[in-house]
T-cell receptor
Framework: EAQVTQNPRYLITVTGKKLTVTCSQNMNHEYMSWYRQDPGLGLRQIYYSMNVEVTDKGDVPEGYKVSRKEKRNFPLILESPSPNQTSLYFC?????????????FGAGSRLTVL | GQQVMQIPQYQHVQEGEDFTTYCNSSTTLSNIQWYKQRPGGHPVFLIQ?????EVKKQKRLTFQFGEAKKNSSLHITATQTTDVGTYFCAVLDYKLSFGAGTTVTVRA
């Protein structure tokens, strides 16, 4: 089944404790992206990647890192989480190109930072 | 990123009634996509519009792209409880940017 898999789905952590949210897709998509969703703010892009070893900042990249060493994986790293990073996170992927750039989303990862 | 305004932010609808949600941009768009997110779920792609004035239908949902390609609308007829959720428009400049969404609740 074509899908985007995120782990963990739920996580409670404390301020400053590094964590990684993994994202993997099995559709051979070039494009991958991370979004955070907060009430009333919609989906805001954190980072995106056009291909292996190619990443770029989205609208809210502060406090996050990403890497794209393999085409299928795009982990989101919070080096020193803070309470304002409490949010619902979505990973998504697509092919590139107008008309082909339909995003497939993962199920989401709900993160709470105490 | 691309600034896209969605209105209204919330829509409370009586079951069986129609409603429309809008997505507006100050600049010309190359395309626009619509996604639906059910409560507790993730966004799921509904439709993509590319051509000026394009109209596409999916059962009770009608999507339209403005003639100037600066706005889009989603019209739902005879709303059902299955229509509950948040509807997002998304536009492509060098990346796909989402509007804040319209959250729809339905009164039975």
């Amino acid at each position: 089944e074509a899908q985007v898999t995120q782990n963990p789905r739920y996580l409670i952590t404390v301020t400053g404790k590094k964590l990684t949210v993994t994202c993997s897709q099995n559709m051979n998509h070039e494009y991958m992206s991370w979004y955070r969703q907060d009430p009333g703010l919609g989906l805001r892009q954190i980072y995106y990647s056009m291909n292996v070893e190619v990443t770029d900042k989205g609208d809210v990249p502060e406090g996050y890192k990403v890497s794209r060493k393999e085409k299928r994986n795009f982990p989101l790293i919070l080096e020193s989480p803070s309470p304002n990073q409490t949010s619902l996170y979505f990973c998504a992927s697509s092919f590139l190109g107008l008309g082909a750039n339909v995003l497939t989303f993962g199920a989401g990862s709900r993160l709470t930072v105490l | 990123g691309q600034q896209v305004m969605q209105i209204p932010q919330y829509q409370h609808v009586q079951e069986g009634e129609d409603f429309t949600t809008y997505c507006n941009s100050s600049t010309t768009l190359s395309n626009i996509q619509w996604y639906k997110q059910r409560p507790g779920g993730h966004p799921v792609f509904l439709i993509q519009l590319v051509k000026s004035g394009e109209v596409k239908k999916q059962k009770r949902l009608t999507f339209q792209f403005g003639e100037a390609k600066k706005n889009s609308s989603l019209h739902i007829t005879a709303t059902q409880t299955t229509d509950v959720g948040t509807y997002f428009c998304a536009v492509l400049d060098y990346k796909l940017s989402f509007g804040a969404g319209t959250t729809v609740t339905v009164r039975a």
